[in-house]
T-cell receptor
Framework: EAQVTQNPRYLITVTGKKLTVTCSQN?????MSWYRQDPGLGLRQIYYSMNVEVTDKGDVPEGYKVSRKEKRNFPLILESPSPNQTSLYFCASSLGGEITGELFFGEGSRLTVL | AQSVTQLDSHVSVSEGTPVLLRCNYS??????LFWYVQHPNKGLQLLLK??????LVKGINGFEAEFKKSETSFHLTKPSAHMSDAAEYFCVVSDYGSGNTGKLIFGQGTTLQVKP
């Protein structure tokens, strides 16, 4: 089954404790992206990757890091989480990138930073 | 710059009645427009897309949307709501055009409630 898998789905952590949210896709997509969803703000892009070893900032990259060492994986790293990073995070992948508008999303990771 | 506005944050309908979710866009170029649906505790799923072909676009689960350039609108409709349609819906515009790379801009979302 074609899917984008995120882990963990739910996480409560404390300020400053490094964490990683993993994302993996099995569709051989070159494009992957991370978004955060906050009430009333829709989805905002954090980082995206056009291909292996190619990453770029989205609209709200501050406080986040990513890496793309393999095509299928695109982890999101919070080096020192803060309460304003409490949010619902989505990973997405696409064969042709955002320009096609056809993104496949994971089920989301709800992060709470105390 | 491209932008998208969903005119209602919350819409409530009765099962079997029509659904109308409103979306207006702003674009300097001929836009590409999309609707995504997000069911509770699930990721977003593409419902339909408009990319300058037919102005009436049909999507999955009986939804359709009509591109109206004169009104800069791309409203989502369905003739008869089903309980399973209860979800959050996002209108999305692509900023593809001169100098732009096709970045997606998401609306704020409309929550559709379907009452039995």
């Amino acid at each position: 089954e074609a899917q984008v898998t995120q882990n963990p789905r739910y996480l409560i952590t404390v300020t400053g404790k490094k964490l990683t949210v993993t994302c993996s896709q099995n569709m051989n997509h070159e494009y992957m992206s991370w978004y955060r969803q906050d009430p009333g703000l829709g989805l905002r892009q954090i980082y995206y990757s056009m291909n292996v070893e190619v990453t770029d900032k989205g609209d709200v990259p501050e406080g986040y890091k990513v890496s793309r060492k393999e095509k299928r994986n695109f982890p999101l790293i919070l080096e020192s989480p803060s309460p304003n990073q409490t949010s619902l995070y989505f990973c997405a992948s696409s064969l042709g990138g955002e320009i096609t508008g056809e993104l496949f999303f994971g089920e989301g990771s709800r992060l709470t930073v105390l | 710059a491209q932008s998208v506005t969903q005119l209602d944050s919350h819409v409530s309908v009765s099962e079997g009645t029509p659904v109308l979710l409103r979306c207006n866009y702003s674009s300097s170029y001929s836009p590409s427009l999309f609707w995504y649906v997000q069911h509770p505790n699930k990721g977003l799923q593409l419902l339909l897309k408009y990319t300058s072909a037919a102005t009436l676009v049909k999507g999955i689960n009986g939804f359709e949307a009509e591109f109206k350039k004169s009104e800069t609108s791309f409203h989502l409709t369905k003739p008869s709501a089903h309980m399973s349609d209860a979800a959050e819906y996002f209108c999305v515009v692509s900023d593809y055009g001169s100098g732009n790379t096709g970045k997606l801009i998401f609306g704020q979302g409309t929550t559709l409630q379907v009452k039995p």
